[in-house]
């Protein structure tokens, strides 16, 4: 069973939906700390404000999801979901991430090598330096468009699994064991998307 | 590298695509689900439908043809027309939009912007302006003028001030249409355009006026557009999307090639 988290972060249904179109049936999308325990694989959607993951603590699912992926339970967070696996985000620094990757995600900055920088970063950019040895990117070329819709940005780490630029690069994706996250949106990213979350369901 | 985005828009009326030069002469040109999986095929990058008669009656019609055309859609898709409060958006939302498109109702609220965006987020929620140039101004594009009702009534509002207010209250995009161009294919408003975007922070589509992949390299060099919108040339065979991306790209913008 695949435990979809609700932590009422934006809109889940173009995440669900593009589960069952690869032919995930067995999920649910849950608030139960129970449920996360339980779940074969975890996915932390979200888009909107950092401040919104508090609700993870609350619920009682910051601890539950630490329980899980310690047993080695496929995780995967997707936009304000990757954010959330670092220590924090400058969007909210009263708010804890799970700390599971080092540093803090922070804003894009308003100017890059002298030329004003638009932000949110909103559009089609390409993936690069896919590490080799990623399980979620398989099958993805350095170079394949994905979509993405952000304000901040997390840093680049050793677990970065690929990189994009916008004001110098950051992490597109972060990978080390179970533990996943996409800052761009597979479920509005066409073939490329839909080849990220085929990974992640065959893990 | 970004790349620029090229948006197919279905104009709906009745659970049936039309077209329309100058909002008149409507066309049938066919179902929305099955044109807006042409386009994903064919290499747009962005799907918007808008509800162009937006009838209470017709609500039921607009969320069964959403949720029949997100249904296996995986790009960013986009519903605007009739969206009069929070809970109209969310109904959207809940068939299967990412983003919606409002217009005349943030103009008669403002407040509406930052309702659908604290729970749907600011990526969510496109402004969309009609705009028309003030003739006879010293500054007819500076002062171009706000207009809804498909372009007929005046707002009194100043294009540039609405757009950096919507974003001021939240808008995650603005939706840029310029009803002196629009359905005639001579080009996009690209001063207008240029204007807007250097106003804002947040992207600027612009729509009205494609004609030709020129118009579209013209509104992302000159413009400086993030995204631009058709409708017309797509629909009748002229070009699909991946060879007007190829032609754009050759002009020197950035585009999702191959795609």
Redesign the interface.
Known sequence: MIAVIDYKAGNLTSVVKALRFLGANDFVVTQSPAAVLSADKIVLPGVGHFRSTRLLEDLGLTQATRESIATGTPFLGICVGLQWLYQGSTEAPETTGLGHFPGQCERFPAAFEGNDLKSPHVGWNSLENIRPDSRLLKNVANGSFVYYTHSWRAPLSVDTAATTLYGGPFTAAIERGNVMGVQFHPEKSAETGLQVLRNFLAL | ?????IIACLDVRGGRVVKGVQFVDIVDAGDPAELAHRH?RGGA?EIVLLDITATHEGRGTLLETVKRT???L???FTVGGGIRSAEDAAAV??A?A?KVSINSSAIARPALIGEIGAS?????VIVAIDARRTKGSSDPVGDAEVFVSGGRKPTGLRVIEWAVEAEARGA??ILLTSMDSDGVRGGFDCELTRRVSEAV???VIASGGAGSAAHFAEVFLVGRA??ALAASIFHFGVTDSRALKAEVAAAGVPM?LP?
């Not at chain 2, 590298?1 to 985005?5: A, D, F, G, I, Q």
């Not at chain 2, 749907?120 to 969510?124: I, R, V």
């Open positions: 590298m970004l790349t620029k985005r994903a990058d997100a249904a296996s995986f790009v960013p939302f809940d299967g990412d749907f987020g600011a990526q969510a995650g995009e922070q947040i992207p993030d995204a999702r795609c």
